[in-house]
């Protein structure tokens, strides 16, 4: 929005002209976007402890957890209305990829409102039935899987890119839709597993996005992309600004969120954060760098599934508790210590996947 008014003003005074660079409007969003956060933050906390949306603590998790309940959720409602407003204010308007990430981001964030909605009002711990979540994610994934596929304009758009190999790419063709669903709605999932301590997911979504941000400029430029071998996809480098403001209100929101948690962010905003990575590493075509740089996510997920396939299979848990943060706060582990560990593996994790654009 402020691109076209910057382009009209610079008729009359010609610094104006410099809001066309793409870095220096990323920059501009991750300020907004924090800025938001911060000035909203402490009346968003008050207001969702006056309508009493307090979390519900399940009573089957770790019993330090208990003393959390009544803690404000839903502050995930705080970023997405940070990073909306900062993307439509610094984004170029005309991009597609941009309505693309804010519509996904949003259907999801939406699915995850009602989620929390049921577990505040309705105090039910569990919200929305998993068949329904599902469903509504499968819906929203081969949507943006479908229309993503219809609007490729080369096939290196379609392409696996591999990472650590100079020319390794798998064509998928009409598996890239079944593929895209599978990113958009794990990762989506995969967040939202994480989410369990205070600060533990949001900060992790933060460092990944930006990474995802520096690839999304170098895949827009042709220059950048042709130097490191990766696909050139005009229009992609706009994501910069989405990822900005994601990283500004990401960081905005864990001034409330870090330990003890002022709020939490609930699905709304972890189930949205996470098909708004999913979605972008799809853009870029960087999904296998997606999974190392997002590693904690992975594993998160992985403690999940090898635990309920080795109690249905044996009738023995693999760990104390699933997803895995539990199994170490069980073990004796501080709460703090579980959630700085994690983000220290996230930031080598991070380092790992940008320097996959080099090492080729």
């Known amino acids: 929005m402020l691109v076209w008014l910057a382009e009209y003003l610079s008729q009359f005074y010609s ?36 309508l009493q949306m307090g979390q519900a603590i399940r009573s089957d ?7 959390k309940a009544g803690t404000p959720t839903m502050g995930g409602a705080l970023i997405l209305m940070a990073m909306f407003i900062s993307t439509l204010l610094w984004a170029n308007l005309e991009n597609v990829y941009v309505w693309v990430v804010l ?32 469903f509504w994610q499968s819906l929203c994934g081969l949507a943006a899987a479908v229309f993503l596929f219809s609007y490729a304009q080369s096939a290196a758009e379609l392409d696996l890119i591999v990472p650590f190999f100079k020319n ?13 669903y599978f990113v958009i709605v794990g990762t989506s999932n995969a967040v939202n597993l994480t989410d369990g301590l205070d600060g533990l997911a949001i900060l992790p979504t933060v460092l990944v996005a930006g990474a995802l941000g520096i690839m999304a400029y170098l895949t827009g430029n042709y220059q950048f992309a042709s130097y490191l071998h990766i696909p050139y996809i005009s229009g992609a480098g706009e994501l910069l600004i989405f990822t900005g403001a994601l990283c500004g209100a ?22 949205a954060l996470g098909a708004a990575l999913g979605v972008i590493a799809v853009i870029i075509r960087q999904e296998v760098v997606l999974a190392i740089m997002g590693g904690v996510f992975v594993i998160e ?60």
């Open 301 to 360: 997920t992985l403690s999940v599934i090898l635990q309920v396939a080795s109690f249905k299979l044996t009738g023995k848990r693999i760990f104390r508790m699933a997803p895995l943060h539990h199994h170490y706060e069980l073990k004796g582990w501080p709460e703090p210590r579980v959630i700085v560990r994690f983000w220290i593996i996230t930031v080598v994790l991070v380092l790992v996947g940008l320097a996959t654009l080099k090492l080729r």
């Open 61 to 67: 998790g770790p019993q330090s957890h208990l003393s």
């Open 15 to 50: 610094p104006f002209s410099a809001v066309k660079y793409l870095t220096l409007r990323g920059i501009f969003s991750v300020i907004t976007a924090l800025t938001i956060c911060w000035m909203l933050g402490p009346r968003m906390i008050a207001l969702l402890n006056s």
């Open 250 to 271: 990401g960081l905005g929101f864990l001034w409330f969120n870090t330990y003890p948690a002022m709020v939490f962010m609930g699905d709304v905003g972890s189930l």
């Open 168 to 180: 390794v790419a798998i064509n998928l063709g009409p598996f890239y839709i079944l593929f895209t």
């Open 103 to 134: 519509a996904v981001t949003f259907s999801f964030g939406l699915i995850g409102w009602v989620d929390d909605y049921r577990k505040v009002v309705h105090k039910n711990p569990r919200g929305l039935p998993a068949r329904w979540k599902y």
